[in-house]
């Protein structure tokens, strides 16, 4: 399935900012995370279209996975 | 910090300086002093613009110490904007060297009969209030050139632009960074009219000769600062997001949440969005010889700001915030950073609240006034505001009236003062604070969009209705004792989450005061200052029904979530119930 995946802030280092990538069906956003060898202590927020997710959510066709560090501001 | 010092402008014969000791304040900084002076001495009834009104100007209870991220300075009066009482709130020189200088507070009231302009001189010895008409209508850039011809460069100005002298109701109070930059605003309710009505142009702190303000017990202290910064610096927030993006590193994240509201509010996700990111302004500063790393202040650590350098390589302004981004940016339709940048310098210049300046553009934009995206219209705009033309005094006053004046039905205002960077529909918490804060829409005042979206300090659903009530007041009462300690109030993201961090901060109050404060105290002193400020608006005649949000955010659902702002007036009605 195809799954684009976006990734923010000093995940992008040595990765990529988007990308449309292929997955099997039924791939957790815990997979992708562990895939893309970002470091689980800095994970920040996790959404898909939108809504905020944890990394137990099996992703479906089409879907966008958004990926951020912990970040703050305001 | 024992004495107040307290100028009658308005006195027969001129300006008169008086001096008390601190009195009940003792102990107290930034907004608790501000608000309990302003409630106790302002008559709220008063025209804010009048010889009733008083503007305080406090520095934190650890400003002027060693202690980092001690140097927020607070700025209180009731407001021209909202007929609230107000305090605003800026980084900068200022806390640290008027705190060094040992007062608690500088009290301005009354107002002067003439059309002379003044400007005040504090030093360790004397305060001095002189007539400078030289002064009359600089913006903020060219008036601290001109100051610091006489002044030198080591000392910390406070001054306003035109905006504030032509008592516009968005206008700030500048104050300069280390670099002596009028780039630090004390920016929301229209302080700088306060000043301008006063027709104080500018305050000059001079603390030769001063060192920094000893600790009654000063190992304590310095091993809990050296804890409070490895917290910090710990943080992955206050580590390292915020010194490499600052704060516009929300743009992504609230597009991505379809919370970013865009076009005045028509949509919660912006397609330019990418381009005004803060990953997008980082590589752009640091491509342009500018700095994507930059403290307002000497002693902070978390460095959130930069500078932003112009296609030339030639210093512009300081790094945009994600909010002023926002209001000049997605809320105009306008995607890029350099207009953004250029409207920053003119809003820091004339003396202009970033936020409510943008939204004001944008509400122009949807009477006509130019098209959305158009950044040369809304440069045009803004000029008018530095020009003083009829059009520009409109657009000075805020959006809420220049809704009013062009008939535009939908404003986002609470009690006239402009809802900022994040809709309240897909963010339901963030609501609340913009309707129930006694300062009107203000995110600073319970940033909910910490624990709804960024899930720092736990994990409500930005969605839903439950928990935000709680997660509101919690966060008003934690908002209004930080800006009372003086600290900058992103220490939160690693207090919230760290309890050592958060024990170190008390540790270094009770180190540098001698007392044995809990964390129910802070949380006391939050709730002593909350209590003041909503009694002062009481007085002023505000009731529940100005603790709501426009209408429209309770009919017209936003995309992407296709949701209204969902709270129960009921609800509402219950932050205060503590």
Redesign the interface.
């Known amino acids: 399935m195809k799954i684009t995946v976006k990734l923010f802030a000093t995940f992008r280092a040595g990765r990529f900012d988007i990308e449309t990538r292929d997955y099997p069906t039924g791939t957790k956003v815990g997979q992708v995370v562990k895939q893309l060898d970002l470091p689980t202590e800095k994970l920040g927020i996790l959404m898909i279209n939108s809504r905020h997710v944890d990394l137990e959510r099996r992703l479906e066709d089409g879907d966008t996975l958004a990926i951020f560090p912990l970040v703050g501001g305001g | 910090m024992d004495k107040i010092v307290r100028i009658d402008m308005g006195a027969e014969g001129g300006p008169k300086v008086s001096f008390e000791p601190v009195g009940e304040y003792a102990g107290l900084g930034g907004r608790a002093v501000t608000s309990l002076i302003i409630s106790k001495e302002v008559n709220p009834l008063c025209h804010p613009l009048g010889d009733e009104n008083k503007l305080v100007i406090a520095p934190g209870m650890l400003s002027g110490t060693s202690g980092a991220m001690s140097g927020r300075l607070s700025v209180g009066c009731k407001s021209p904007l909202t007929g609230t009482i107000k305090e605003s709130n800026a980084g900068g020189q200022a806390a640290q060297v008027l705190a060094r200088i040992g007062y608690a507070a500088i009290i301005l009231e009354g107002k002067p009969k003439g059309d002379d302009l003044y400007k005040i001189i504090v030093t360790p010895d004397d305060v001095k209030v002189e007539i400078d008409n030289s002064l009359k209508m600089l913006n903020n850039y060219p008036l601290i050139e001109k100051l610091r011809a006489q002044y030198g460069d080591k000392v910390a100005y406070m001054s306003i632009g035109s905006a504030g002298e032509r008592l516009m109701l968005a206008s700030s109070i500048a104050c300069t960074d280390p670099e002596l930059r009028p780039t630090r605003h004390c920016g929301r309710g229209g302080v700088g009219a306060v000043m301008g009505s006063k027709r104080v142009k500018a305050i000059i702190l001079d603390d030769a000769g001063r060192k920094q303000r000893a600790p009654k017990n000063p190992d304590a202290f310095r091993d809990a600062n050296r804890i409070f910064v490895e917290g910090l610096r710990k ?4 580590g ?3 010194p ?7 743009t ?2 609230l597009n ?3 919370g970013y509201p865009t076009r005045n509010f028509t949509s ?2 912006f397609e330019g969005g990418a381009k005004l990111s ?2 997008s302004l980082a590589e752009m500063e640091t491509r342009r010889g500018g700095k994507a790393t930059h403290g307002c202040h000497r002693g902070c650590v978390i460095q ?1 700001s930069g500078i932003f350098n112009d296609k030339d390589g030639n210093y512009l302004t300081k790094q945009p ?3 002023t981004v926002w209001a000049h940016g997605g809320h105009c339709g306008i995607d890029d950073l350099d207009t953004v940048a250029k409207l920053d310098y003119m809003d820091d210049n004339f003396g202009l609240d970033t936020i409510e300046m943008g939204v004001t553009i944008g509400i122009a934009m949807q009477a006509g006034l130019a098209e959305f995206g158009d950044s040369e219209g809304a440069i045009r705009l803004l000029e008018e505001v530095g020009k003083g033309t009829p059009l520009g005094r409109t657009l000075g006053s805020g959006a809420g009236i220049t809704g009013k004046v062009f008939g535009v039905e939908k404003v986002p205002v609470v009690k006239n003062q402009a809802i900022p960077a994040y809709d309240p529909r897909p963010i339901q918490g963030i609501g609340v604070t913009y309707a129930t804060t006694t300062m009107g829409a203000d ?2 005042a319970g ?1 909910a ?2 624990t709804n ?4 300090g736990g994990d409500v ?3 839903k209705t439950e928990g935000q009530i709680e997660l509101s007041r919690n966060l008003q009462i934690a908002t209004a004792a930080i800006d009372s300690t003086g600290m900058c ?2 220490i939160a ?1 690693a207090i919230l989450d760290q309890p050592e961090t958060f024990q170190a901060y008390i540790d270094m109050l009770n180190a540098f005061y001698g007392t044995e404060l809990t964390a129910d105290d802070v949380v006391e002193l939050g709730k002593k200052v909350l209590t003041a400020e909503r009694d002062f608006n009481k007085r002023a005649g505000f009731t529940s029904a100005d603790d709501r949000l426009p209408r429209y955010f309770y009919t017209d659902p936003i995309a ?2 296709n949701q209204t702002f969902s709270m129960s007036d009921e609800e509402l009605d219950g932050v205060y119930n503590w």
């Open positions: 943080h992955p927030v206050t390292e997001g915020l490499a993006y600052g704060t516009n590193v929300l992504n994240v991505e949440a379809g919660g996700v803060g990953e959130c915030e994600y909010e995110h600073t940033y969009i910490a979206i960024l899930k720092v659903d930005p969605l109030l992103f993201f992407p979530h």
